[in-house]
């Protein structure tokens, strides 16, 4: 391909700057650090405005430290009003990005028409802790100081996420609660250092809050949920995990004084029959709950679930003492008349009894779950299960599910006579790791589900190509489908890629071929060219080499945004050179991670057409 077929490439990102070593820095430092902390107190106690105070500790390491000593009381009087029309902002730094420096230079970046709304931090959890002594001089993490900074230059904070921030204590807290009134939303993770001061201030100072998830606090006692019980009256969302002195009274404490709660998560604790009791009796407004690898709840605890008349969700997860009597109890006219999602997980005391009363009871039920349920169902059970919702269900879910009994070396040839001839709203089929379901089961999700939009069928070695291409042709005429995921699934070749990019055509967003080891060139050089529309496409770990990708570029996929070539060992240079010579395509994500042929210098030639390069 000349030249004179190049599309205009993408905007050539900008390099950043060599990072310097450390006896640089040292021979650069401002000599203003050299400076009294009283001297320097009173220097910048004369600006007003939180951002200019946030531009000078971005460029001072001891004013950094020093601002979070400093109280509003002590600044001057003088604000700075920003215009009535400001563009509201969201941030997320993750990983070594994650520090306070980082929350300084990002409270520059506020000018007068922007404001940070969201914020969520993700630091990774260190292998061993390291003693408050050697933490106390360096800003290489989040620490209060950085929370400092941010609750003083981002008063209209909404919401503010804190996973694995070990160093971040009450006064981080504290900051937010003092200037922040407006959060509405409050996550923390693995929070080491905050105590029942720090959350007690933030129920105080922050009336508005309407979500609050805490996972793993060891030091959160009762005394924050009674606080934010009285305090957060517009709560609607609570979650807590992994809490060891939370007890039922604090629980106790959200569920009976909340009015506004809709959302119940808890994880990882122990629960008692009293607090499923009241969820019951008390909050008709619970709309949405969820226990995980709960215990200490008996059969009787559980059997209240079902008379909680506004529950719309429910999940349950490897919960200990929850058995087929919890729900086969149940009263036939009120008992989850309005359910419309069940999420099952790892709960292998359940039989099929369970199964059937719930999808019956259940009856606007649209999104079922079951998820590691080997041995645990029968094939038999999920049948009548599907026939009894077959009219509402719009998603099916079954992953890593083993189902026993006559049906499930059903073939593709032979009729579902056993399954329900229609599911007209069934919209989105998944299936992962599941035994007992092959070809059949997949024929009749393209007989009876005309509507079905999404279809993911990973890791399936029962499904074959034969199985697949039926499938399309049950849909034919019907065809809404816009994406597929057969990652994993070692039997299928190019004659499923042939079918479903015959049969999908320019509907198709989204392929998944992810370990797909018998898909060829034959079957990837068609895809571009029969799917034009393609945002996402997953080749990795596929038998394909260069010609494939030549052919895939010259398809000109103007939509595709993401593109993986993991683990495919046959492409070399000629694959960067064909992408090199269309500027990269529109991709923002290539992953060439695992393919050996590939030299770094050709590499760094695509990468300032593409946003993120994975190799």
Not at 31 to 42: A, G, V, Y
Not at 466 to 482: A, P, Y
């Given at each position: 391909?000349?030249?004179?077929?190049?599309?205009?490439?993408?905007?050539?990102?900008?390099?950043?700057?060599?990072?310097?070593?450390?006896?640089?820095?040292?021979?650069?430092?401002?000599?203003?650090?050299?400076?009294?902390?009283?001297?320097?107190?009173?220097?910048?106690?004369?600006?007003?405005?939180?951002?200019?105070?946030?531009?000078?500790?971005?460029?001072?390491?001891?004013?950094?430290?020093?601002?979070?000593?400093?109280?509003?009381?002590?600044?001057?009087?003088?604000?700075?009003?920003?215009?009535?029309?400001?563009?509201?902002?969201?941030?997320?730094?993750?990983?070594?990005?994650?520090?306070?420096?980082?929350?300084?230079?990002?409270?520059?970046?506020?000018?007068?028409?922007?404001?940070?709304?969201?914020?969520?931090?993700?630091?990774?959890?260190?292998?061993?802790?390291?003693?408050?002594?050697?933490?106390?001089?360096?800003?290489?993490?989040?620490?209060?100081?950085?929370?400092?900074?941010?609750?003083?230059?981002?008063?209209?904070?909404?919401?503010?996420?804190?996973?694995?921030?070990?160093?971040?204590?009450?006064?981080?807290?504290?900051?937010?609660?003092?200037?922040?009134?407006?959060?509405?939303?409050?996550?923390?993770?693995?929070?080491?250092?905050?105590?029942?001061?720090?959350?007690?201030?933030?129920?105080?100072?922050?009336?508005?809050?309407?979500?609050?998830?805490?996972?793993?606090?060891?030091?959160?006692?009762?005394?924050?949920?009674?606080?934010?019980?009285?305090?957060?009256?517009?709560?609607?969302?609570?979650?807590?995990?992994?809490?060891?002195?939370?007890?039922?009274?604090?629980?106790?404490?959200?569920?009976?004084?909340?009015?506004?709660?809709?959302?119940?998560?808890?994880?990882?604790?122990?629960?008692?029959?009293?607090?499923?009791?009241?969820?019951?009796?008390?909050?008709?407004?619970?709309?949405?709950?969820?226990?995980?690898?709960?215990?200490?709840?008996?059969?009787?605890?559980?059997?209240?679930?079902?008379?909680?008349?506004?529950?719309?969700?429910?999940?349950?997860?490897?919960?200990?003492?929850?058995?087929?009597?919890?729900?086969?109890?149940?009263?036939?006219?009120?008992?989850?008349?309005?359910?419309?999602?069940?999420?099952?997980?790892?709960?292998?005391?359940?039989?099929?009894l369970s199964l059937l009363a719930l999808t019956k009871l259940a009856v606007k039920l649209e999104n079922l779950h079951l998820e590691n349920f080997r041995g645990v169902f029968s094939y038999r059970g999920l049948v009548f299960?599907?026939?009894?919702?077959?009219?509402?269900?719009?998603?099916?879910?079954?992953?890593?599910?083993?189902?026993?009994?006559?049906?499930?070396?059903?073939?593709?040839?032979?009729?579902?006579?056993?399954?329900?001839?229609?599911?007209?709203?069934?919209?989105?089929?998944?299936?992962?790791?599941?035994?007992?379901?092959?070809?059949?089961?997949?024929?009749?999700?393209?007989?009876?589900?005309?509507?079905?939009?999404?279809?993911?069928?990973?890791?399936?070695?029962?499904?074959?190509?034969?199985?697949?291409?039926?499938?399309?042709?049950?849909?034919?005429?019907?065809?809404?489908?816009?994406?597929?995921?057969?990652?994993?699934?070692?039997r299928l070749g190019d004659r499923s890629v042939w079918a479903v990019t015959r049969e999908c055509k320019g509907r198709l967003r989204s392929l998944a071929l992810k370990g797909c080891g018998r898909v060829t060139d034959r079957?990837?050089?068609?895809?571009?060219?029969?799917?034009?529309?393609?945002?996402?496409?997953?080749?990795?770990?596929?038998?394909?080499?260069d010609e494939a990708v030549e052919k895939l570029v010259e398809g000109d996929p103007s939509d595709l945004e993401s593109l993986s070539l993991a683990g495919c060992a046959e492409i070399t240079d000629r694959t960067l050179q064909?992408?090199?010579?269309?500027?990269?395509?529109?991709?923002?994500?290539?992953?060439?991670?695992?393919?050996?042929?590939?030299?770094?210098?050709?590499?760094?030639?695509?990468?300032?057409?593409?946003?993120?390069?994975?190799?």
């Amino acid at each position: 391909m000349g030249d004179s077929h190049r599309r205009p490439g993408k905007r050539r990102k900008i390099g950043s700057p060599a990072k310097e070593s450390r006896d640089d820095r040292a021979l650069c430092q401002d000599l203003i650090d050299d400076l009294p902390d009283e001297c320097l107190l009173l220097i910048f106690s004369l600006l007003p405005a939180p951002r200019d105070r946030c531009r000078c500790a971005a460029v001072s390491r001891k004013w950094l430290a020093l601002q979070a000593s400093m109280r509003r009381s002590e600044f001057g009087a003088n604000a700075v009003l920003l215009p009535e029309a400001r563009q509201e902002m969201s941030r997320c730094i993750k990983g070594s990005e994650a520090n306070d420096w980082r929350l300084a230079a990002m409270a520059i970046g506020i000018d007068a028409c922007e404001v940070l709304t969201h914020l969520s931090v993700m630091e990774t959890l260190p292998s061993c802790p390291l003693p408050p002594l050697q933490h106390a001089g360096n800003h290489r993490h989040i620490s209060d100081v950085g929370l400092f900074v941010i609750a003083q230059a981002c008063t209209d904070l909404r919401s503010l996420a804190l996973h694995n921030c070990i160093k971040v204590s009450d006064r981080g807290l504290a900051a937010i609660a003092q200037n922040c009134s407006a959060l509405k939303n409050l996550e923390l993770t693995n929070a080491f250092s905050v105590t029942d001061r720090g959350l007690m201030l933030i129920a105080s100072g922050c009336p508005n809050l309407a979500s609050l998830r805490l996972t793993a606090c060891p030091s959160v006692t009762d005394r924050s949920l009674v606080a934010f019980s009285r305090h957060s009256t517009l709560l609607n969302s609570f979650a807590v995990a992994q809490c060891p002195l939370i007890t039922d009274h604090g629980i106790l404490s959200i569920v009976v004084l909340q009015t506004k709660l809709e959302t119940l998560k808890i994880s990882s604790m122990k629960l008692g029959d009293k607090v499923v009791q009241a969820i019951a009796c008390h909050r008709k407004e619970i709309k949405l709950l969820s226990l995980e690898k709960v215990w200490g709840s008996s059969v009787i605890g559980y059997s209240w679930i079902a008379e909680a008349s506004g529950l719309r969700a429910l999940s349950l997860d490897a919960c200990e003492g929850l058995t087929d009597g919890c729900f086969v109890r149940a009263s036939p006219s009120i008992s989850f008349a309005g359910l419309t999602k069940v999420s099952l997980k790892s709960c292998p005391s359940l039989t099929d009894l369970s199964l059937l009363a719930l999808t019956k009871l259940a009856v606007k039920l649209e999104n079922l779950h079951l998820e590691n349920f080997r041995g645990v169902f029968s094939y038999r059970g999920l049948v009548f299960a599907l026939e009894n919702c077959s009219h509402t269900l719009k998603e099916l879910n079954l992953v890593n599910c083993g189902f026993y009994g006559h049906g499930t070396e059903q073939q593709e040839g032979e009729p579902c006579f056993l399954l329900p001839q229609r599911c007209p709203a069934l919209q989105t089929v998944k299936l992962e790791e599941c035994e007992g379901l092959g070809d059949g089961f997949v024929v009749w999700v393209g007989q009876a589900c005309k509507s079905v939009a999404d279809v993911s069928f990973v890791r399936m070695g029962s499904i074959t190509d034969r199985g697949i291409t039926s499938f399309l042709k049950q849909l034919k005429g019907w065809n809404e489908i816009t994406r597929v995921d057969l990652s994993g699934c070692t039997r299928l070749g190019d004659r499923s890629v042939w079918a479903v990019t015959r049969e999908c055509k320019g509907r198709l967003r989204s392929l998944a071929l992810k370990g797909c080891g018998r898909v060829t060139d034959r079957g990837a050089s068609v895809i571009t060219r029969r799917c034009g529309r393609l945002v996402e496409l997953d080749l990795g770990g596929c038998n394909i080499g260069d010609e494939a990708v030549e052919k895939l570029v010259e398809g000109d996929p103007s939509d595709l945004e993401s593109l993986s070539l993991a683990g495919c060992a046959e492409i070399t240079d000629r694959t960067l050179q064909a992408l090199d010579e269309y500027g990269g395509l529109c991709l923002n994500r290539l992953n060439l991670t695992g393919c050996p042929r590939l030299s770094r210098s050709r590499i760094h030639l695509i990468k300032p057409y593409i946003d993120e390069v994975e190799y």
